[in-house]
């Protein structure tokens, strides 16, 4: 949904709830979510010690954790398989 029909349907104003942002080949996003929060903090003078003033929605980890739980299937799989050939045999 375009910021602009979000603003408008929830009545938020001018107000920005929510953005993305993307790194750079060989950055990790960790390390600029981290400079982003220290800005916001400063620019919006939040306390650094309050964790829920900035939500913040790491996909890179997200995407990383799937990719094991799917990597651990597989070699489930890959178990129960060769198991089975083998106690036919």
Same mark, same amino acid.
């Given at each position: 949904?375009?910021?602009?029909?979000?603003?408008?349907?929830?009545?938020?104003?001018?107000?920005? &709830?929510?953005?993305?942002?993307?790194?750079? /080949?060989?950055? $990790?996003?960790? /390390?600029?979510? /981290? $400079?982003?929060?220290?800005?916001?903090?400063?620019? &919006? $003078?939040?306390?650094?010690?309050?964790?829920?003033?900035?939500?913040?929605?790491?996909?890179?980890?997200?995407?990383?954790?799937?990719?094991?739980?799917?990597?651990?299937? /597989?070699?489930?799989?890959?178990?129960?398989?060769?198991?089975?050939?083998?106690?036919?045999?």
């Amino acid at each position: 949904m375009p910021f602009t029909s979000m603003q408008q349907t929830y009545n938020y104003g001018d107000r920005v &709830h929510f953005f993305g942002i993307t790194a750079k /080949d060989g950055v $990790k996003v960790k /390390d600029v979510m /981290d $400079k982003i929060k220290v800005i916001l903090q400063k620019n &919006h $003078k939040l306390s650094p010690d309050d964790e829920d003033a900035i939500g913040k929605v790491d996909i890179e980890n997200e995407i990383k954790t799937m990719f094991y739980i799917f990597l651990g299937i /597989d070699i489930l799989i890959w178990v129960v398989g060769l198991g089975t050939l083998f106690a036919v045999r």
